[in-house]
């Protein structure tokens, strides 16, 4: 249930220099947190933290109200293994694009914290666990999507599409959907339109919230040869992107309202967190029209936005059944 990587910690490390010749040879192994915590970052818990926030909500609007503590806990856990399990994978794939980017040749295999081969089984073991543990202790079909979504990422994003089109995010992103799928299945058993409208609300969100990070970190990615979109177009051009998928975006979580049958409170929220969103989307498209620089751009204005945008909407979805039922 993963989404491409938004993690934005940069450390000052010489870009022309290899790691390992900064690293150095290690006078003594690494201590066991430095090898524990390795394994852990292999999995971006950063990440994972929103793909619950999609998750644990949808709960809510299945069940109408507070979904069952053992439940949740079991969906909780199962994705959040199955999510680290992805990005593990991804790790393994993508360790010569982080060892060539500043912003991820910190992580554990880029320092040699972790042998491939060795994240390679961390990440199929979690997997088979993740899929093990939904499906019997939640149900089969929120198993199924869970490896679905794991598959697609990395095959579908990391293999295929990551090095060769510019539309990389853009289908790529529809792995980190998967988690509103996941909840509502998780209550009910089977799927609905509700959860297919947040699924494309999640969709529509990525382009734009991802786009922003990569105008930050557009060298990073020209450096490891990864076509993202600001690396090949101009900000206008991408500014104008993010806009237009700003607007699809608001729209979508709009028809939550007369699908789901929301009360009044949902599409309050959605208005407002829209309304705001699109202010600041088109406040980068007018930076845009005046230069092309990161700094007059401030792109991460956006970026930070996004998040805030995505957290709140989605705890909208859970109180909206509390507070109008």
């Given at each position: 249930m993963p989404v491409p990587d938004p993690e934005v910690r940069v450390t000052a490390v010489d870009p022309h220099v290899s790691l390992r010749t900064q690293e150095g040879a290690r006078a003594t192994p690494p201590r066991l947190r430095d090898v524990v915590m390795a394994y852990v970052g292999l999995t971006k818990p950063r990440i994972i933290e929103l793909l619950l926030l999609t998750t644990v909500p949808v709960m809510?609007?299945?069940?109408?109200?507070?979904?069952?503590?053992?439940?949740?806990?079991?969906?909780?856990?199962?994705?959040?293994?199955?999510?680290?399990?992805?990005?593990?994978l991804n790790c393994v794939y993508d360790a010569d694009i982080d060892e060539r980017m500043r912003r991820t040749r910190r992580r554990a295999l880029p320092r040699h914290l972790v042998?491939?081969?060795?994240?390679?089984?961390?990440?199929?073991?979690?997997?088979?666990?993740?899929?093990?543990?939904?499906?019997l202790l939640v149900n089969w079909l929120s198993a199924g999507l869970a490896l679905a979504a794991n598959v697609f990422y990395v095959v579908g994003y990391t293999m295929i599409l990551k090095r060769r089109t510019t539309q990389n995010i853009v289908w790529g992103g529809a792995a980190g959907c998967f988690p509103a799928l996941i909840g509502w299945t998780a209550v009910t058993g089977e799927l609905a339109w509700a959860p297919v409208v947040l699924f494309l609300v999640v969709f529509f969100w990525t382009p734009p919230h991802f786009w922003a990070l990569a105008i930050r970190y557009r060298e990073d990615y020209a450096a490891a040869e990864v076509p993202m979109l600001p690396v090949v177009a101009g900000a206008r051009t991408v500014a104008r992107q993010i806009t237009g998928y700003s607007y699809v975006m608001v729209a979508t979580s709009l028809l939550l309202w007369p699908v789901a049958g929301t009360g009044w409170f949902y599409p309050t929220v959605a208005v407002v967190l829209g309304a705001a969103f699109l202010v600041e989307s088109h406040l980068l498209l007018r930076r845009a029209a005046v230069s092309d620089d990161v700094v007059d751009l401030k792109p991460m204005r956006l970026f930070h936005w996004s998040n805030m945008y995505l957290s709140l909407l989605f705890v909208g979805v859970a109180l909206d059944p509390l507070l109008t039922r």
């Open positions: 809510f609007l299945a069940q109408r109200g507070v979904p069952p503590l053992g439940l949740v806990v079991a969906t909780v856990v199962g994705g959040t293994l199955s999510a680290g399990s992805a990005n593990a042998s491939q081969r060795a994240a390679l089984v961390f990440g199929l073991m979690l997997g088979v666990v993740s899929t093990v543990m939904l499906g």
